[in-house]
């Protein structure tokens, strides 16, 4: 199977000038088939608050009423995919930017409303791995926004961690998948306030006991069930780690091996 390696960064990474020209001239390096997926939520706030449009978040996730649809479209979809794939194709890299809309390359539904209504939140059904492949094939970079669509003509917002989770799921099934996790922290921390404090590897046993303890909490509970299911799934590799380190083989490796020695 050939390599393919999908690197999702978090919105932090991706505002911050120095921190996105490191990423990006790394990410040139890697070799092989390779995609990119963004988040950028501070931005969408940002503009939000600007525009005089409440930001509405519960448990880390953002409530999409139509009005904030229309803002992270235009910052996730516009402003940041659309930097990104400039900055790459000056280093040679021959990106293509995409929300899950284009060449239908995932299809969501509408989060359904339990408690909390999401408003125009969208939880990924089927991931077009053919679409994907294509492009491999054909000599292009992916760098998917986290927007989707459900095939209603309505684009919904989607959580950048999951997207990244369910394409690596489903090229799995073509390629030897290493998914790489990479954020603004060394890995996933014993201690949060000591960036030095890396969990090296994890395992899901493991994962369930800090996260009863507390050692792993918020936004990292989700990530992290998020690179189980792909290691469950096929996906080869899965690493959490700094934006800076995504060739250096250093963080949190995740696997789903019962007993670690």
């Not at 990530?223 to 934006?243: D, M, P, Y």
Request: glycine share 10%; aromatic share 6%.
């Amino acid at each position: 199977m050939k390599k393919l390696t999908l690197i999702k960064v978090g919105g932090k990474i991706v505002e911050e000038e120095n921190t996105l020209f490191k990423l990006l001239n790394d990410f040139s390096k890697i070799e092989g088939a390779k995609a990119l997926i963004h988040g950028g939520g501070r931005l969408a706030t940002g503009l939000a608050e600007r525009l005089g449009v409440e930001s509405k978040m519960v448990e880390g996730r953002r409530i999409t009423d139509a009005e904030t649809l229309r803002i992270v479209t235009m910052v996730y979809a516009g402003l940041v995919n659309k930097n990104i794939v400039a900055r790459l194709q000056a280093l040679n890299v021959n990106a293509i930017g995409l929300t899950g809309a284009d060449m239908n390359v995932i299809h969501s539904e509408k989060r359904p409303v339990k408690t909390i209504d999401y408003g125009f939140a969208g939880d990924v059904k089927e991931v077009n791995a053919g679409a994907l492949t294509m492009l491999f094939e054909n000599g292009f970079i992916p760098v998917l926004s986290p927007l989707t669509h459900d095939k209603k003509g309505n684009l919904l917002n989607t959580n950048a961690d999951t997207i990244a989770g369910e394409t690596a799921k489903a090229l799995a099934k073509s390629f030897d998948v290493t998914l790489i996790f990479c954020f603004e922290k060394n890995g996933v921390l014993y201690d949060e306030k000591d960036d030095n404090s890396v969990i090296p590897l994890i395992n899901r046993e493991m994962f369930e006991e800090y996260k009863n303890r507390g050692i792993i909490q918020g936004g990292m509970i989700p990530k992290l069930e998020n690179s189980f299911q792909a290691i469950e799934a096929g996906v080869k590799q899965v690493i959490i780690t700094k934006a800076s380190e995504i060739n250096s083989g250093k963080g949190t490796i995740i696997s789903n091996r019962e007993y670690l020695h």
